[in-house]
């Protein structure tokens, strides 16, 4: 047997996972699915845990602060679970320490039982066309946490003196984009984006916005409420082109076979929208169904000036999926700036395994596998889109982290777990603060909350967020020094 590995106790009291021996657990990612399984861990009414969690940012949440759209401000009330789950006995937040750097995996093994690893998919999916790395030409995901105050991206440039953009993709980060481009900045300036993104937005000379979809209406990724919600824009006039909503017949076959309420609901919205007569208002947003992306066209200069996209039709895929294929039909949109909203893809951590074309850290329930032969990974494992890739919504995890916390439960009853040396709570804690002195914790974080909601109010918005590390830990210390 693995020196390593706890055998199956005996004597229950010395178990861990009871009051005399706690559970010791540390979660990397405090997104979503870290704060689910942090939950899952510390409601058990038959398990004692405590739970560290990890976080490279100084700010905790993940995708709920740096990738929901300011304008939807109902989808980020979810962190009120998140405070609760906060308050537990037994939880810890590290933040503005990176598992990797700071610390390794290695490192932390000695201190905990379990690691479970909660970070996402942090890239973007590339087009993989000729002229993608033309200036103005960028992946969604940069230009959302831009605009939400993501301390790494707060100084990238867009240039938004163009007249007309492309957004390429048809799921709910495509909608944001192009519904941000889209808003007034009246309407923008009642939200917590970032102080930076409202002032360029407010200096947009944008006009039209194209959103490209590959696929068929009947095959959009995005969900009712979203697409919805751009029919309504106070400043920009939806189009759909009457012929791209028509279903072709495997697609009618598809959706009638289906009996999907909410997908009949879906193209009842964009039979509506290719019906609109357009209200003259200052800016046009256009939906294109069955189209594809081929290349980007520059300028002297370099920059973006148009996008090449050719005509598609579906056909069986032999799985029972419908797939885009080319036709011999192509335009060019006069387009200046290219957002690709093509998905998200993880990205490989020091210390596991990694399957580089999924993106994902290969994985059974959760149970991390090394090759050869996918041996398990004793004590490691992980949870979230790192787990299964980039699908589904912020309540998925949900789902995501029972099935991960239900094989860590199962190995601790097998007694498959590591023996760490040195399980005592300080004694980690101790251990990181040398490493990284400046360490904020949730208390910390509270106040940071306080601190940027109290500089929204006399504007009417719900924050005003801090944008780099250096504001934050400042505006700590000032408040430290205030006390």
Request: aromatic share 6%.
């Amino acid at each position: 047997m693995d020196p390593e590995v706890s055998p199956q106790p005996t004597d229950a009291m010395s178990s861990p996972g009871t009051s005399d021996r706690p559970l010791r657990v540390a979660v990397i990612g405090s997104g979503p699915a870290g704060f689910f399984v942090a939950q899952r861990l510390l409601t058990r009414p038959d398990l004692v845990a405590t739970v560290d969690l990890y976080e490279r940012l100084l700010t905790p949440f993940g995708l709920v602060r740096f990738g929901v759209a300011p304008d939807h401000e109902e989808i980020k009330r979810v962190t009120r679970q998140f405070d609760k789950v906060a308050a537990k006995p037994g939880f810890r937040f590290f933040g503005n320490v990176d598992v990797g750097s700071h610390v390794t995996l290695d490192e932390l093994r000695p201190y905990y039982d379990m690691i479970c690893f909660t970070t996402g998919a942090e890239t973007d999916r590339r087009m993989g066309i000729p002229g993608e790395d033309l200036v103005r030409s960028h992946a969604a995901t940069e230009f959302v946490a831009w605009f939400n105050g993501h301390p790494e991206y707060r100084d990238r440039q867009f240039d938004l003196s163009v007249e007309r953009v492309a957004v390429v993709g048809v799921g709910n980060v495509a909608v944001d984009v192009a519904r941000i481009l889209s808003r007034s900045a009246e309407e923008l300036s009642t939200t917590d984006i970032a102080d930076h993104a409202l002032e360029a937005l407010r200096q947009s000379r944008v006009k039209e916005v194209y959103m490209l979809g590959r696929r068929g209406p009947a095959q959009a990724a995005f969900t009712n409420p979203e697409v919805k919600e751009l029919g309504e824009l106070a400043g920009a006039d939806i189009q759909v082109m009457e012929e791209e909503v028509e279903l072709d017949p495997l697609s009618r076959a598809e959706v009638e076979q289906s009996d999907d309420r909410k997908l009949q609901k879906k193209l009842e919205i964009l039979r509506e929208f290719a019906a609109h007569s357009p209200a003259g208002k200052p800016r046009t947003l256009t939906i294109r169904f069955l189209v594809s992306p081929v290349e980007l066209v520059g300028n002297e200069a370099g920059q973006v000036e148009g996008l090449r996209v050719v005509r598609n039709r579906l056909v069986a895929d032999g799985s029972g999926r419908l797939r885009p294929e080319a036709t011999d039909q192509s335009e060019l949109l006069p387009v200046g700036l290219v957002f690709r909203s093509v998905g998200y893809h993880g990205v490989p951590l020091a210390g596991l395994p990694f399957d580089q074309e999924r993106g994902v850290v290969p994985n059974e329930r959760g149970r991390v596998l090394t090759p050869p032969g996918d041996a398990p990974m004793l004590g490691v494992y992980v949870s979230g889109w790192i787990k299964r890739g980039p699908t589904g919504v912020i309540g998925t995890n949900k789902k995501d982290a029972a099935e991960t916390v239900g094989t860590m439960l199962e190995d601790l009853a097998l007694g498959a777990l590591r023996s760490p040396a040195h399980p005592q709570p300080e004694t980690v804690e101790s251990f990181v603060r040398q490493r990284q002195p400046a360490v904020v914790t949730y208390a910390d974080w509270q106040r940071i909350d306080q601190l940027e909601t109290a500089r929204g109010e006399p504007q009417g918005r719900p924050r005003v967020k801090f944008t780099s590390t250096e504001e934050i830990l400042a505006a700590l210390n000032r408040d430290r020094q205030d006390r």
